[in-house]
């Protein structure tokens, strides 16, 4: 449904096997997006099986598990890739458009999960404090919403989160990796954190020396 808003994709809907085969008779798609529970071997075999009927059009698997598997094969279903769920909004968008473009995709080293509490986050070269709110967490990485403008590419972050359920708070080391377009409904912009080792702060920090 999240693709569906974007003007530039005309989407063919289909829930049956028998569906997508007529489908894919009367007007070949540019690609193919396939919603399952998990990636396994009969998916695996699906992917070839439309490979094998001549069909070289992008596939991108969304599924609940099976990455570990697809990455031992990807290579033999070509022009294929997968994400997990969940998934955000631009990670997804953003999947499709390397797709279709021909890219390589790279996979997630690292499952996430929704969530939706409060952050503190503190920028390590002035110390100075902002409040943050995170909207997905990984042992690799969050995305965060910000209200501050100032937010870079590329700041060094320390995020302190108030874990509710174990009654204690964790900080962890951050890199700025992307940052979206500002938003005026919720004024704020979305950030993609990358988690990093202390050691690896002072070597960057010393580099530029």
Not at 25 to 44: E, L, T
Not at 74 to 89: A, D
Not at 183 to 200: A, R, Y
Request: aromatic residues 8%; proline residues 3%.
């Amino acid at each position: 449904n999240a693709v569906a808003v974007y003007p530039q994709y005309q989407i063919d809907w289909v829930r049956t096997s028998q569906q997508a085969t007529e489908t894919l008779a009367k007007n070949p798609p540019d690609m193919v997006i396939i919603n399952v529970d998990h990636f396994n071997q009969q998916k695996q075999t699906l992917a070839l099986q439309l490979r094998q009927m001549g069909y070289g059009f992008p596939i991108l698997f969304l599924c609940n598990s099976g990455a570990r598997l697809f990455s031992k094969i990807s290579r033999r279903l070509g022009h294929t890739g997968i994400i997990e769920k969940p998934c955000s909004e631009r990670e997804l968008v953003g999947v499709i458009e390397k797709l279709r473009q021909g890219k390589r995709v790279a996979m997630r080293s690292y499952r996430r999960y929704e969530t939706d509490q409060l952050a503190d986050i503190e920028f390590w070269n002035t110390g100075r404090k902002i409040d943050g709110q995170m909207h997905n967490l990984s042992l690799g990485g969050a995305q965060v919403s910000v209200r501050d403008s100032n937010v870079r590419v590329g700041d060094v972050l320390k995020l302190n989160v108030n874990l509710e359920k174990l009654s204690k708070r964790h900080e962890v080391n951050a890199t700025v990796v992307w940052k979206g377009d500002y938003d005026p409904l919720t004024q704020s912009s979305q950030v993609g954190l990358k988690f990093v080792k202390t050691v690896e702060i002072y070597q960057s920090l010393l580099s530029r020396l």
